[in-house]
């Protein structure tokens, strides 16, 4: 095969280099047209590689060829340990050059399970590609396939020293390509799985999407990101027991109501007794998720004026909202879905009932032969929600520009959607 020296020289130093240097930082295919110097057009420098773009077509096309041929003995276990351990080189040309062929990333599923590559190796090589290929589902899969390996060795290290080292890695990926998706959804998955190891992962992550969403508040893959650390909290609200006083207290200031200091009374102030047919296992844990939503809404209300032109942060807002929506009907035990029938909520532009919320204020009084729709609109948590939309809705048409065209289609989407009508 023509130029099959040259590409087999060039294989091995890019294996040689990547085996000398455990601490490679990136790579990249430099773009040059030709090798008129003469040179070698692997590059190395203070753990940054990278491959000169002239010679990509011929090493990959050498590196395909030879490994097809393999394949099938590969796959049959007729090939020796040696020449296992010899295919290596081919397919790490191969794969930084074009990491999204699955049958190159299943050839080293083989190697690992016949112990000729470790998992340390096979994850510091994977994150070496995804440098170049920050977006590559088949990278992001084989990762998880090798921390599930990982974490059943006998000599298991840290989870959290895992957990940490994966969150980087996600956390570069997202930094270096916008809205990547891939990215996010693998962290879902790391989420996912290292929980239960770490009590306060979900909490944590919170906070660090808090911190990414302020400096990427225009990319949608962050708020999905947060929906779902959310769901996770509604799912595992146990997690939030130990910080649920400091989440109330910045509720309580924000919306400024008083009084009511008590985590276990926040739903009765807001929307009275509970039903006795709500399907609701514990009361408590299902307060605290409550309480954390409303700090949610408070957050965005925090976001920079100048930033809601952006339509990710006026989604995320209406998922908050309807997370209330729901909790509060499910609480009062009434069916919820968006669509049904609430009440029109019309408030006065003067009228502020922040100022003196108080939680010790005598509760309207709820008949048996009262319509069940009576309690929610009577509600503390209706006026609330109504006051705070109004608002928030009618500062951003003062604006004017799109910050008022995507505020009118909030105002609609809460009347046709949700029926909840502010005028």
């Known amino acids: ?182 990215s996010w959804i693998h962290r879902q998955w790391v989420v996912t799985k290292f929980y239960k190891y770490i009590s306060n992962l979900i909490t944590a992550e919170l906070d660090m999407n808090k911190f990414w969403i302020s400096r990427h508040i225009s990319e949608s893959c962050g708020y999905h990101y947060r929906q779902f650390l959310l769901n996770q909290l509604k799912l595992h609200n146990n997690l939030l027991s130990l910080n649920i006083k400091f989440y109330l207290k910045n509720v309580l200031w924000h919306f400024r109501i008083q009084h009511c200091d008590d985590p276990e009374h926040f739903l009765i102030y807001l929307l009275g007794e509970p039903a006795k047919n709500n399907t609701i296992k514990d009361l408590s844990r299902f307060t ?42 499910k609480y009062l035990g009434q069916e919820f879905s968006p669509g049904q029938n609430l009440n029109t909520i019309q408030l006065n532009k003067t009228e502020s009932i922040m100022n003196n919320i108080d939680c010790e204020e005598k509760q309207p009084k709820i008949f048996k032969t009262q319509p069940s729709e009576s309690q929610w609109t009577s509600s503390n948590m209706f006026r609330i929600m109504g006051i705070v939309e109004k608002d928030f809705i009618e500062a951003n048409i003062r604006a004017g520009g799109v910050q008022c065209e995507y505020a009118n289609k909030h105002k609609r989407w809460l009347k046709y959607m949700m029926k909840f009508e502010i005028r």
Request: with cysteine; net charge negative; proline share 4%.
């Open 288 to 329: 605290h998720y409550v309480i954390y939503i409303f700090k949610e809404l408070s957050y965005t209300m925090n976001i920079d004026v100048m930033n809601q032109v952006h339509e990710p942060y006026w989604l995320h807002r209406r998922y908050i909202l309807h997370e209330l929506l729901e909790a509060s009907h």
């Open 1 to 182: 095969m023509e130029h099959a020296s040259m590409s087999e020289k060039i294989l091995r130093t890019i294996e040689t280099t990547i085996k000398n240097d455990s601490l490679l930082s990136d790579f990249t295919i430099i773009p040059v047209a030709n090798n008129a110097e003469n040179r070698s057009p692997v590059l190395y420098e203070n753990h940054h590689f990278g491959l000169e773009s002239w010679c990509v077509r011929y090493i990959y096309d050498y590196a395909c060829s030879k490994l097809f041929e393999a394949r099938r003995s590969l796959a049959q276990k007729k090939i020796s340990f040696s020449l296992k351990d010899d295919l290596n080189y081919l397919i790490v040309g191969a794969l930084l050059i074009n990491p999204d062929v699955p049958t190159f990333w299943n050839m080293k599923r083989e190697l690992v399970e016949d112990n000729v590559l470790s998992l340390e190796e096979e994850l510091t090589f994977s994150r070496l590609v995804l440098t170049h290929k920050p977006k590559s589902n088949e990278v992001f899969s084989y990762r998880r396939w090798l921390i599930n390996r990982k974490l059943f060795k006998p000599l298991l290290p840290s989870a959290e020293i895992i957990l940490m080292h994966e969150l980087y890695v996600c956390t570069q990926t997202a930094e270096n390509t916008p809205n990547n998706y891939h």
